[in-house]
């Protein structure tokens, strides 16, 4: 804010500017002729004269001929507490009704201009008044001024709503979004400062720095009046990011910066932490509603760091779901250190709180396919797909991950948009050993470990560590003089099992080649018996169009030859297994092997 030309002390110090005397927190006239009015503005006291404070404003007149008692000639004390602008610019005021010369500045004119307004220093009292003064140099000089209009709407965030009403505000920012669309010539043209070599070198960007000195609402209104003069939406976007580098905490930054930046706002003490939330919280939903509903307008990157701070701030909920229909429309340019979006707050249904808000990104995921419904982009599907299973592979490392959650996100696209299941296997993989190492096999009572050491579904490592630990337990038991009945037990479900953890491994592995060997010259085969059933196809379609059209072709070896293979064929593809199948399909079904004695019956799973 611009300060008064006053040689000003410090408190109990006295000084002079054109004719007024400053002692302590009062001014006096320099003049022989006694104060007859006391002005006090803002704790500092004014020794004025009622006539030329009072022939030049209509409000102290005013007040002076309500509030006048007794003597004519008695000191008068009027308060002007609210008066915009403070002591500086009743100071300048009280100049100009002295006759002394004001220097108008761009630092002063707005509370000078709003100052007139307030004490109705109008024509009707005096031609050439305060009023008329400011008005002009506000018309003629600031508003044809790129810096100027900066300076005056930055000096208007402490006059509202004085400036507001006084259309200030209005005409600063129209006057700079003119010139930001026309360019870098349509600043001031007598300014040959290398701030202007660079903001024609710049071009397109060269006013994005400065107007992003603004408060939030001052730039609203500029990129308001920007937009609606039809600047391109890229470059909107620019200036919104820009603005949100400097003012927003880790906006301008990746990752973890953004959380470091946040944990200040929130941490602060006091009432000042509230007010910083405050504060934030009211530029990010401004910048939501500005920012341009073009594709591309801004990145990506951008909207998903602006959606964090805005989950993390609490903003209206209509604001935040914007935001993630925008993020949707261009999801597909996202990276996964964007989406890795902490939780605040929510929590899952066994109670606990999700690392990463996986139900955000199920949204996000929900409105890219809504959007992908109308522009039918194969390319962004497969990117999508890429991006989700990393998310997957790394979100499945939560214990607090529901198996619900984690399917719901996994299904969430559609198959066509993975040509390859290799990320999904990742993360199904990753998914899987984090569930097995919630469970303590040392733990599991004998019955359970009977039924894990058959259990299909289970991965083979976690098998072979049942059998290990089921052999310590066998091997502490006997040490131990255990109860004589378990013994044999845990020695009959170690049976025939690998004794140790790397020889069951080895053992793993030899099946798994074997059964591969087995596949491999099952294949083979199947080939080969395809290979000779086309042949014979082919012979009986040539036979059958050398015979004659009236004449049948009686049935050969050939035909039932043929129809043999086919349902070998058939058979093999469909995997059937012809051992336990009877050879003719009017023999019995052959009976079910009986179950051996003792044998307990388990459930496909254990709850």
């Given at each position: 804010m611009w300060e008064p030309e006053s040689g000003r002390g410090g408190d109990g110090g006295d000084s002079k500017s054109d004719g007024f005397e400053h002692r302590g927190q009062s001014w006096h006239v320099a003049t022989d002729a006694p104060s007859d009015l006391l002005v006090r503005v803002a704790g500092v006291s004014f020794h004025l004269h009622k006539y030329p404070l009072l022939s030049r404003s209509g409000r102290l007149s005013r007040i002076f001929h309500e509030e006048r008692r007794g003597d004519a000639e008695q000191l008068s004390c009027i308060d002007l507490e609210?008066?915009?602008?403070?002591?500086?610019?009743?100071?300048?005021?009280?100049?100009?009704?002295?006759?002394?010369?004001?220097?108008?500045?761009?630092?002063?004119?707005?509370?000078?201009?709003?100052?007139?307004?307030?004490?109705e220093m109008t024509e009707d009292l005096e031609e050439g008044n305060l009023i008329f003064k400011t008005e002009a140099f506000l018309s003629y000089v600031v508003l044809s001024s790129w810096r100027d209009s900066i300076v005056v709407l930055k000096t208007c965030e402490s006059l509202s709503p004085w400036a507001e009403n006084l259309q200030i505000v209005r005409r600063c920012s129209e006057s700079i979004a003119w010139k930001a669309c026309a360019g870098p010539a349509a600043g001031d043209s007598t300014d040959s400062s290398p701030?202007?070599?660079?903001?024609?070198?710049?071009?397109?960007?060269?006013?994005?720095?400065?107007?992003?000195?603004?408060?939030?609402?001052?730039?609203?209104?500029?990129?308001?009046?920007?937009?609606?003069?039809?600047?391109?939406?890229?470059?909107?976007?620019?200036?919104?990011?820009?603005?949100?580098?400097?003012?927003?905490?880790?906006?301008?930054?990746?990752?973890?910066?953004?959380?470091?930046?946040?944990?200040?706002?929130?941490?602060?003490?006091?009432?000042?932490?509230?007010?910083?939330m405050r504060e934030q919280r009211m530029t990010v939903e401004s910048l939501i509603s500005i920012t341009p509903p073009h594709k591309d307008s801004v990145s990506c990157g951008f909207l998903l760091r602006l959606l964090r701070l805005a989950t993390m701030l609490g903003v209206a909920p209509a604001l935040v779901t914007e935001l993630e229909k925008r993020v949707g429309m261009q999801l597909e340019q996202a990276e996964l250190a964007d989406l890795l979006i902490p939780c605040y707050g929510s929590a899952t249904a066994g109670g606990g709180e999700t690392l990463y808000d996986v139900d955000l990104v199920r949204r996000l995921v929900e409105h890219f396919l809504v959007q992908e419904q109308h522009d039918g982009g194969a390319a962004a599907k497969t990117r999508v797909a890429r991006l989700l299973d990393s998310y997957l592979t790394e979100v499945a490392r939560d214990r607090n991950l529901s198996p619900t959650k984690f399917q719901v996100l996994a299904e969430a696209l559609p198959d066509t948009a993975r040509s390859s299941d290799d990320g999904l296997y990742r993360a199904v993989d990753s998914y899987l050993k984090r569930l097995c190492r919630v469970m303590d096999c040392q733990k599991l009572s004998m019955d359970a470990c009977m039924h894990a050491a058959q259990n299909e579904r289970l991965p083979l490592r976690v098998v072979v560590q049942v059998l290990f630990s089921e052999q310590v337990k066998l091997s502490s038991a006997v040490a131990g003089g255990e109860a004589a009945a378990t013994v044999p037990a845990r020695r009959a479900l170690l049976e025939g099992t690998p004794q140790s953890f790397q020889e069951g491994w080895a053992a793993a592995k030899k099946d798994i080649n074997s059964l591969k060997f087995e596949m491999e010259g099952m294949k083979v085969k199947y080939l080969e018996l395809q290979g000779e059933v086309e042949s014979l196809q082919r012979q009986l379609e040539k036979a059958a169009m050398k015979a004659p059209k009236n004449s049948s072709v009686p049935s050969s070896g050939w035909t039932s030859g043929w129809k043999k293979l086919s349902r070998l064929t058939k058979m093999g593809a469909d995997g059937s297994d012809h051992d336990n199948q009877p050879r003719s399909g009017h023999g019995p079904a052959a009976p079910p092997a009986p179950a051996r004695k003792g044998q307990r019956r388990w459930r496909n799973s254990v709850s």
């Open positions: 609210d008066l915009p602008g403070g002591a500086a610019s009743f100071e300048l005021a009280a100049k100009f009704c002295y006759g002394i010369a004001v220097d108008l500045t761009a630092g002063n004119i707005s509370g000078l201009r709003c100052a007139a307004e307030f004490l701030r202007r070599s660079r903001r024609q070198a710049a071009a397109a960007d060269w006013w994005m720095e400065d107007v992003a000195v603004l408060r939030i609402d001052h730039f609203v209104r500029v990129v308001t009046a920007i937009k609606v003069k039809g600047m391109r939406p890229e470059l909107v976007g620019a200036a919104i990011m820009f603005y949100a580098g400097k003012w927003l905490p880790g906006m301008a930054k990746e990752g973890g910066a953004l959380e470091e930046g946040l944990h200040i706002v929130v941490s602060g003490a006091g009432g000042g932490a509230a007010g910083n």
